[in-house]
């Protein structure tokens, strides 16, 4: 569901949307990190098949133990991606339910401008004299108005409030997800791992197109892993 435009927020002292954000790309970006979690995990499932083939040739005790090293690696980065998946998730909730408050709170500073904001009657000849008594209607008028003024004020105090938890969640699960990077795949093998891939993008592209995300992986390794030959392992996969 759309947001009011900024100008709405006037009303408020906002110069824009106090609460931005789309809950819903947020959901989009877990769901997608679930499903990457889920791919992960399946890939963990062919290596340990790979880890236990006897049948890979003359390389197979170093492919063995390269796959076996991966299958530990990847399956931290797996619990990663569902650690971060499911942060987002209720990062997505917490938004959600503090722009749900903010539309409310707009709704009450709305109801309350028009007769906070009433412009005071000019006064008459008979209420320019010290002696002058207001009449009942003035007195209303004027209650009326102290009455709007008060609940603009408090819609204001309630938007601080929803915009300090609003702060206050977004801070709690950024600091989940950054503590998600502690693990044993910091300062590891896993980032030299990761230089090269970034190193021979093209290269993984390539092979990515002509093999499934494991063999790649294994290419990859083998790469890595001197006097091995590519090619018998990419066709051989």
């Not at 769901?31 to 791919?39: I, K, N, S």
């Not at 005071?120 to 008028?141: G, L, V």
Request: proline content about 5%.
């Amino acid at each position: 569901m759309s947001r009011p435009p900024d100008h709405e927020w006037d009303v408020l002292d906002e110069s824009r949307d106090p609460i931005p954000g789309d809950p819903h790309e947020v959901r989009a970006e877990a769901v997608r990190l679930g499903r990457m979690a889920e791919t992960i995990h399946s890939q963990i499932a062919l290596l340990k098949d790979i880890a236990g083939d006897d049948n890979i040739g003359k390389y197979a005790e170093k492919l063995r133990e390269t796959a076996t090293e991966l299958k530990g690696d990847l399956g931290t980065v797996a619990h990663r991606y569902e650690a971060v998946s499911g942060y987002l998730g209720h990062w997505a909730d917490d938004l959600e339910d503090c722009q749900s408050e903010s539309l409310k709170v707009l709704a009450r500073a709305q109801q309350a401008a028009p007769a906070a904001h009433t412009p005071d009657p000019k006064p008459s000849a008979a209420a320019a004299d010290a002696d002058h008594q207001p009449t009942p209607q003035e007195q209303q008028a004027a209650r009326a108005k102290d009455l709007a003024q008060g609940e603009l004020a408090a819609a204001k105090r309630q938007l601080d409030v929803v915009k300090h938890r609003r702060d206050e969640r977004g801070r709690h699960w950024m600091q989940k997800i950054e503590d998600t990077e502690h693990d044993k795949l910091k300062d590891s093998r896993w980032d030299g791992f990761k230089d090269f891939v970034h190193e021979h993008a093209g290269l993984i592209k390539v092979l990515a197109d002509i093999c499934t995300w494991v063999v790649t992986i294994l290419v990859i390794a083998s790469l890595l892993i001197p006097g091995l030959d590519i090619l018998p392992i990419v066709f051989g996969a």
